[in-house]
């Protein structure tokens, strides 16, 4: 949203003219995202933006997973928080999806979705490991209920999770104006994994980059030889049997492009 200032103070203040704005640069955004993730053979989630969609009546909240050969995928924020439903008419995507790429199966579970429980457990279910989590929130306690779904949905499915979020401030800005958190890894506080299932974690409101190593074959051992089997356990639940797994779309970022 901080690209909204390149188009002058009338659209920085302007809430729905900030998002056709930005849908013009969308295509600008992503090419050079591509074309950062092959020169440094990274894989990059960008910035989640609001863009329209065809066949939609509001505008929606999407992530893009760039990977190193060409390819990319994207994922919708489902759930939207009061400011997006009562200010910002942003509408909720409609669909799940998981990424596979060669360092492992990833899903994306952008801010408030992370503290829906079934949501990401219907991305683990299809092969998840690594969970994504782009956050913007404007207090402590918005970041402290993004931190802590984030701890909670890597306990309950034996996974890591990722939150990286917006700090500082952007005055000029109705949708980003004030910004708080901390960029942070977790996991299950299990064998293999820090005791208290934080594997990295910054320092509040300091913009910085966080560095953190991810070993998937501790989320394997974790999810058969764990203390707990939280993972396997799911299904016990009362209720959980009554839970139809919605399908999801798995992404192959895994294939060169042709």
């Given at each position: 949203m901080e690209l909204a200032s390149i188009f002058g103070e009338a659209v920085?203040?302007?809430?729905q003219g900030q998002i056709s704005a930005l849908d013009d640069l969308a295509g600008k955004v992503d090419a050079l995202h591509m074309e950062l993730a092959g020169r440094h053979g990274l894989h990059i989630l960008a910035a989640s933006l609001p863009l329209h969609v065809v066949?939609?009546?509001l505008p929606v909240n999407r992530a893009r997973l760039f990977a190193p050969n060409g390819r990319?995928?994207?994922?919708d924020k489902i759930i939207m928080t009061r400011f997006e439903r009562e200010e910002w008419a942003v509408g909720g995507g409609d669909g799940l999806s998981v990424f596979e790429t060669d360092i492992g199966c990833i899903g994306v579970a952008i801010c408030y979705d992370c503290e829906f429980p079934l949501l990401v457990r219907t991305m683990v279910e299809a092969g998840a490991e690594l969970i994504l989590i782009p956050s913007c929130t404007d207090t402590l306690r918005g970041h402290g209920r993004v931190r802590v779904g984030a701890m909670a949905r890597a306990l309950e499915n034996q996974c890591y999770t990722v939150v990286s979020p917006t700090v500082g401030n952007a005055p000029w800005s109705p949708s980003v104006d004030v910004n708080r958190g901390v960029a942070g890894v977790y996991g299950p506080p299990d064998i293999g994994f820090p005791e208290t299932g934080i594997v990295a974690e910054g320092r509040f409101d300091e913009d910085m980059l966080l560095f953190a190593e991810i070993d998937l074959d501790l989320v394997s051992q974790a999810r058969t030889a764990g203390q707990v089997l939280?993972?396997?356990h799911w299904v016990e639940q009362p209720g959980a049997d009554l839970w139809p797994i919605p399908p999801v779309r798995t992404v192959d970022l895994l294939s060169d492009l042709d």
């Amino acid at each position: 949203m901080e690209l909204a200032s390149i188009f002058g103070e009338a659209v920085e203040a302007d809430l729905q003219g900030q998002i056709s704005a930005l849908d013009d640069l969308a295509g600008k955004v992503d090419a050079l995202h591509m074309e950062l993730a092959g020169r440094h053979g990274l894989h990059i989630l960008a910035a989640s933006l609001p863009l329209h969609v065809v066949g939609r009546d509001l505008p929606v909240n999407r992530a893009r997973l760039f990977a190193p050969n060409g390819r990319s995928g994207s994922q919708d924020k489902i759930i939207m928080t009061r400011f997006e439903r009562e200010e910002w008419a942003v509408g909720g995507g409609d669909g799940l999806s998981v990424f596979e790429t060669d360092i492992g199966c990833i899903g994306v579970a952008i801010c408030y979705d992370c503290e829906f429980p079934l949501l990401v457990r219907t991305m683990v279910e299809a092969g998840a490991e690594l969970i994504l989590i782009p956050s913007c929130t404007d207090t402590l306690r918005g970041h402290g209920r993004v931190r802590v779904g984030a701890m909670a949905r890597a306990l309950e499915n034996q996974c890591y999770t990722v939150v990286s979020p917006t700090v500082g401030n952007a005055p000029w800005s109705p949708s980003v104006d004030v910004n708080r958190g901390v960029a942070g890894v977790y996991g299950p506080p299990d064998i293999g994994f820090p005791e208290t299932g934080i594997v990295a974690e910054g320092r509040f409101d300091e913009d910085m980059l966080l560095f953190a190593e991810i070993d998937l074959d501790l989320v394997s051992q974790a999810r058969t030889a764990g203390q707990v089997l939280n993972h396997l356990h799911w299904v016990e639940q009362p209720g959980a049997d009554l839970w139809p797994i919605p399908p999801v779309r798995t992404v192959d970022l895994l294939s060169d492009l042709d």
